[in-house]
Nanobody, 126 residues
Framework: QVQLVESGGGLVQPGGSLRLSCAAS????????IGWFRQAPGKEREGVGC????????YYADSVKGRFTISRDNAKNTVNLQMNSLRPEDTAVYFC???????????????????WGQGTQVTVSS
């Protein structure tokens, strides 16, 4: 059974850091581009970034560029999202997502991803 599970969320002060993980079971992440998305209360889901499998390139939304970093740990079958210099506007539920078939390249739309984790809450507040 294909499953994605996010972890690592929590409460952090502005300027702090968190590291989210997306662990996969039922398939190998190596062959899949993995996207990270977030949704704040009352707002639409937005893309945070993506890591390709074909060349390992990463892509980020302008709002997080320079602060967030996506990486793979193929040995653990996980993808990580390192978040630094967090701001209150980063508060949201964060999701990782994968397509249903191996796809090496990233896409921005959440509609291009079929498997989603349950999400992990990130709250940035003093």
């Amino acid at each position: 059974q294909v499953q994605l599970v996010e972890s690592g969320g929590g409460l952090v002060q502005p300027g702090g850091s968190l590291r989210l993980s997306c662990a996969a079971s039922g398939f190998t992440l190596d062959y899949y581009a993995i996207g990270w998305f977030r949704q704040a209360p009352g707002k639409e889901r937005e893309g945070v970034g993506c890591i390709s499998s074909s060349d390992g390139r990463t892509y980020y939304a302008d709002s997080v560029k320079g602060r967030f970093t996506i990486s793979r740990d193929n040995a653990k079958n996980t993808v990580n999202l390192q978040m630094n210099s967090l701001r209150p506007e980063d508060t949201a539920v964060y999701f990782c997502a994968a397509p249903s078939r191996p796809r090496g390249w990233c896409t921005r739309s959440g509609d291009d991803y079929d498997y989603w984790g349950q999400g992990t809450q990130v709250t940035v507040s003093s």
